[in-house]
T-cell receptor, first 111, second 112 residues
Framework: DAKTTQPDSMESTEGETVHLPCSHA???????IYWYRQVPLQGPEYVTH???QNTTNSMAFLAIASDRKSSTLILTHVSLRDAAVYHC????????????FGAGTKLTIKP | EAAVTQSPRNKVAVTGGKVTLSCNQT?????MYWYRQDTGHGLRLIHY???????EKGDIPDGYKASRPSQENFSLILELATPSQTSVYFC???????????FGSGTRLLVI
C-alpha cells in the first residue's frame, strides 16, 4: 500500500543539479511530504519537508506541485557525498505517526 | 545537541538467547520507533511508541517485544533470538508531522 512512487535509481555527475521526483496522487490535505536520505551502514538523515509551499534549506530545495500530487527534491552542485538512497514519505498531522519507508531512489554520482 | 543514541553498536548473540537493544533520545520527542534493515532492503517497522508506557506493533512485530519505560528510552527485546533476526536495527524519534525525525546510527546484530 505504497503511498508514494519514486524511480528506482538515478545518476548524475559532480557539480550538476539533480531533480528527484516523487508521485503521491492520493495525498490527503493534512499530509506533509518528507524527504530522507540514507547511505550504507548509517541511519536515515532528514533532508527537508513541506506541506504546500516550496521550501529550501542548506541541503535541498523542495518543489511541491500546486495540486500536491507530486513533488521534486532538487539538489544543486551535487558532490560524491550526495550519493545515497532518497526516500519520499507522507506524514499526516495526527500527532501519532507510524513512519513507513519504501525502496526510495538510489542516486549515483559520477566524478 | 539533540540526538538518538543506540547501544550496543554491535552484538553477537546465540540462538535461543535473550537480546535487548537500547535506544535513548534527548529530543524530548513523544514518538519512538524500531526498524530493521536487511542487506539490499529498505527499513521495516517493528514496534513504535507514542510515549512512556505505550508500545504499538509495527509491520513485522513477530519475535520482538518493546518497552518504553520513560520518554527518553525505548528498548527492543528478542526473548528467543533466531538467526533470521540477524540484521541492522535502527531507532528513531519524532513528534508527528512538521517535525524532523531523528535516527540513531544503528545496532548490528548477528545471531549464531
Amino acid at each position: 500500500d505504497a503511498k508514494t512512487t519514486q524511480p528506482d535509481s538515478m545518476e548524475s555527475t559532480e557539480g550538476e543539479t539533480v531533480h528527484l521526483p516523487c508521485s503521491h496522487a492520493t495525498i490527503s490535505g493534512n499530509e506533509y511530504i518528507y524527504w530522507y536520505r540514507q547511505v550504507p551502514l548509517q541511519g536515515p538523515e532528514y533532508v527537508t519537508h513541506g506541506l504546500q509551499q516550496n521550501t529550501t534549506n542548506s541541503m535541498a530545495f523542495l518543489a511541491i506541485a500546486s495540486d500536491r500530487k507530486s513533488s521534486t527534491l532538487i539538489l544543486t552542485h551535487v558532490s560524491l557525498r550526495d550519493a545515497a538512497v532518497y526516500h519520499c514519505i507522507l506524514l499526516a498531522n495526527y500527532g501519532n505517526e507510524k513512519i513507513t519507508f519504501g525502496a526510495g531512489t538510489k542516486l549515483t554520482i559520477k566524478p | 545537541e539533540a540526538a538518538v543514541t543506540q547501544s550496543p553498536r554491535n552484538k553477537v548473540a546465540v540462538t535461543g538467547g535473550k537480546v535487548t537493544l537500547s535506544c535513548n533520545q534527548t529530543n524530548n520527542h513523544n514518538n519512538m520507533y524500531w526498524y530493521r534493515q536487511d542487506t539490499g532492503h529498505g527499513l521495516r517497522l517493528i514496534h513504535y511508541s507514542y510515549g512512556a508506557g505505550s508500545t504499538e506493533k509495527g509491520d513485522i512485530p513477530d519475535g520482538y517485544k518493546a518497552s518504553r519505560p520513560s520518554q527518553e528510552n525505548f528498548s527492543l527485546i528478542l526473548e528467543l533470538a533466531t538467526p533470521s533476526q540477524t540484521s541492522v536495527y535502527f531507532c528513531a524519534s519524532g513528534d508527528g508531522a512538521n517535525s524532523d525525525y531523528t535516527f540513531g546510527s544503528g545496532t548490528r546484530l548477528l545471531v549464531i
